[in-house]
């Protein structure tokens, strides 16, 4: 399989700082690259050719105000990175082949938000600090999802676009009982309070979905500042304007949400699957698991506190 990859990461129109981050890591090589790391990819992070131990690709959107949510996005992503290739002090080597990628991808996760979470208890700057998490593990022909918070993947197949992941919003709970429909959602006054966070406590419960990938689907994963201001149709389109060039897709996505207001934070992650290890898409619908949100979570704002 052959992966085409870019990213990018946008202030807004609006926000003083940038409090998104990502993540893209190759666990074969050990190359990675983060928000922080330069406004380009490296070239051997433009097209990876998936090897055994897989790939991970993480946007993290921070809030808590100040420097607090640029501190816990970073932590995000540099703990689960740390975790993954074995350089962080308790990852017992990183994630071995016999260990399943997503297995790895969540424990990872679990411990970047007990180390946000000391961090928030530690520092007073760093108080109520908190951090969206949405993970991407791609091993063989399969994409695993690790979701904590309100940041989303999408897949793009065969001229359809489908949410892969659901949301951990209060909003979202409403949808699922049904006392609100899906387009009042989008503009309830209650839209940017989340039910999870990273380190919004010591106790985490990630939710997960699973799709088995086709030749041509193409992964999109953003922070609320891009799922907040297009639609998913709106995505697709721009996405195939582009003719294929992810560079370019990934600015014309960043600059239409900054168009109609860029309030917050812009972050997204494109990665396009080719190759012959994988089927043809032909008459292959989407097909995604996603379990019901736990009902016993944390409540969090994902806009920073005053």
Known sequence: MIIE???????????????????????STGKTWTGTDGAEPPDDLRRIELQDKGVVFVVSDGMGGALAGDVASRMAVETVRDMLVGTAEDSSGGCDTETPLVECLRNATVYANLAIHHKSQEDTRCSGMG??????????????????????????????????????????????????????????????????????????????????????????????????????????????ESDGDLAAASSALVAEANHRGGEDNITVVLARFTGEDLEEATGKRITIELPPLEEDTTLGDTEPTP
């Open 5 to 27: 990859l870019h990213a990018k990461s946008d202030v807004g129109r609006v926000r003083r700082g940038n409090e998104d981050n990502f993540l893209l890591l190759d666990l």
């Open 131 to 240: 951090a969206t998490f949405t993970g991407a593990a791609i091993k063989g022909d399969m994409l695993d999802l690790v979701q904590v918070g309100d940041s989303r993947a999408y897949l793009l197949r065969g001229g359809q676009i489908k949410l892969a992941t659901k949301d951990q919003s209060l909003v979202q709970q409403l949808v699922d009982v049904g006392q609100i429909s899906e387009e009042e959602a989008e503009t309830h006054m209650f839209r940017n309070v989340i039910l999870q966070a990273l380190g919004a406590q010591s106790e985490l419960s990630p939710v997960s979905g699973r799709i088995r990938l086709r030749r041509g689907d193409i992964l999109l994963i953003c922070s609320d500042g891009l799922s907040g201001k297009l639609r998913a149709e709106d995505m697709s389109a721009l996405i195939e």
